[in-house]
Structures are given as C-alpha cells and as structure tokens.
C-alpha cells in the first residue's frame, strides 16, 4: 500500500512524508511540494490537498485497499525530518529531535541519559554528520518573575547522524500576538 500511495503522490507532483494508519480505519497521507536549493518556499494548499485525495480514492478503490476515512494534510509547522533532504532544506531553523540512545553532548554539560533536543540545525564538515546549538535557559518558578539580567550562557552543541535518530521534527514555535519585537520597532522610528 505504501508504494501505490507514493507511485500516485509522486506522479501528481508530491513529495509524500507519511503515511498513517490507525484504528477505525484512518487512512492519514501527509505531502508537501517537493524543494529545490535555490528556489522559493512553496507551501500545500488546500487544493493540493484535495487533488491527492480525489485520485488516491480512485487508486485505492482499484487496488481494494480497505480504509474508512482517508484524511490528505500538509506536514503543518511540526514538520518531520526524515531524509537528509530535509535536514538541508532546513539548515538554521530550530528542530526538536530524540535520539535512539543518550549520547554525550556539549562536552560532559548536558545529563548522561538525556535524549531529547531542541536547537538550531547546522551542517559540519563531515559527510552525513549534522549539528544542533542550543543554551539551556534556567527555567523560571510559577508565579515567579523571570530575572532581568540575562547571564550569557554558554552554547551547546551535539552532532549526530540520520540513523542515531528516533524523531526529528521542526520546532513548532507560533507568535500569536501578531507583532514583532520592540526593538525591530524601534528601529524603524
């Protein structure tokens, strides 16, 4: 089922990401536009979305493929990071990923067991080896206001492999307030 599904995505233009089955029978299908170095960002449209769902219903009808609901999406702001495609294509971008097994990062400061990640996306010098930075910010105490002085924490840094990942992910960051930072305003003054 798997390969039909990519066969009929691909040949419509698609690059697919995931593939999802669960109970009830949900048939969950993410794609995306396929990147290229160099050129805008495109992004899924709704249309997109419904041009893949009308001919896979067709494809999957043919082929007798057993679903209930099929549900066609775009990866949304928590994108997957799969291929090394994906990791070039979001070179700089803040990631969230969890290792297969702990490993040592950031020179001995960062625990032992610790598999989860969040920080920027950078390449480094070796083939297939990516990097992440990050600083750990004290957590503030609720109730508590967060200090004002800002300590300059020191950057961290862990570099893996694709195959030493369990999960890669864009970091969903959203800025509900609609407004950009003071001092990008106060610049324009």
Do not use: H
């Amino acid at each position: 089922m798997q390969d039909i599904i990519e066969q009929t995505v691909s040949g419509l233009g698609y690059q697919l990401v995931e593939v999802e089955r669960s109970a009830g029978g949900l048939l969950r299908v993410t794609i995306d536009l396929p990147w290229q170095s160099g050129q805008p960002e495109l992004f899924v449209q709704v249309e997109d979305c419904e041009k893949v769902t009308r001919q896979l219903q067709f494809v999957l009808e043919v082929e007798g493929t057993a679903y209930s609901r099929l549900e066609v999406s775009s990866p949304g702001i928590d994108r997957p990071l799969r291929s090394e495609n994906d990791f070039l294509r979001f070179v700089g971008e803040l990631i969230d990923l969890t290792l297969k097994a702990p490993m040592a990062a950031a020179g001995g400061l960062v625990a032992a067991n610790r598999k989860k990640f969040r920080g920027v996306l950078e390449t480094t010098d070796s083939p297939q080896t990516w990097q992440i930075t990050w600083r750990d910010e004290p957590t503030s105490k609720p109730g508590m206001r967060p200090a004002r002085v800002k300590k300059d924490l020191p950057v961290q840094a862990l570099q893996f492999t694709l195959s030493e990942l369990r999960e890669a992910r864009l970091a969903p960051i959203v800025n509900f307030k609609g407004r950009r930072p003071a001092e990008s305003r106060s610049n324009e003054s």
